[in-house]
């Protein structure tokens, strides 16, 4: 199972999942395998960011690649053991923030979520919980500008949105009815994909935040991730 793609350079794709699964893919579709330190975590999330491509894990580790000398470095944090690092985005400044839970969440197990929010320096020499909840998983995080950085937050019934400017006061911002995997902002909108409840294969649920647009997919199972194509939506489901 691959888990995430990240776009490198124009001609280069980096995708990542199971057991540390880790390949390079061209333009033409060419396909290999990228020889790194592999501790076989399940990569959850690629990002790259000028010189550096940073690597999200399942278990409190973070890779990151140096593009001008090719070097791997290898980031573990203690404090986390146990816990994935589910999301990750690159802040303004250029460090992270990295958000997630108990790992067993990630695989479907029931597990109590002890949800955080992190922010990391981007040498990855130290790391701080800027939000935590022992109830909620925290499934992504959202650069949103004007409203700062969003979190989605999950207790087992319903979504919370919240965001902060500060990372020390956070705000409520929504409340949804299931399980919202994924948020993007599209133009003026923050849309939102997931599924209706635990049972990731059936009803998948889509919607935005300003319209008040919500729709259920009976058809599918939960949509993990979407992006805009011309005037409609393209996404992936269960």
Not at 18 to 44: A, F, M, Q, T
Not at 68 to 79: L, M, N
């Amino acid at each position: 199972s691959f888990y995430s793609i990240a776009r490198i350079s124009d001609n280069e794709f980096w995708a990542g999942g199971e057991s540390g699964v880790l390949k390079r893919i061209d333009s033409l579709g060419n396909v290999s395998s990228i020889d790194y330190p592999n501790l076989g975590h399940d990569i959850l999330k690629i990002r790259s960011h000028k010189n550096s491509i940073y690597i999200a894990t399942s278990n409190a580790t973070i890779y990151r690649y140096n593009k001008e000398t090719s070097d791997f470095s290898v980031k573990y944090f203690p404090e986390f053991d146990g816990k994935c690092f589910y999301d990750l985005i690159i802040l303004p400044e250029g460090n992270l923030a990295v958000c997630g839970g108990a790992m067993g969440i990630a695989k479907a197990e029931k597990r109590i979520p002890k949800g955080f929010v992190a922010l990391v320096d981007a040498e990855l020499d130290s790391i701080e919980v800027v939000w935590k909840s022992i109830r909620r998983f925290v499934w992504s995080v959202l650069d949103s500008n004007e409203s700062g950085i969003m979190a989605v937050t999950f207790n087992g019934i319903n979504t919370r949105l919240i965001s902060t400017k500060d990372f020390k006061n956070w705000k409520n911002e929504a409340r949804i009815k299931g399980l919202v995997h994924r948020v993007v902002k599209l133009e003026d909108n923050l849309w939102y994909s997931g599924t209706r409840n635990l049972r990731y294969k059936q009803k998948g649920i889509m919607g935005n935040q300003n319209a008040k647009f919500k729709s259920t997919i009976n058809e599918r199972g939960c949509l993990w991730s979407f992006c805009s194509v011309g005037e409609s939506i393209a996404y992936t489901s269960y």
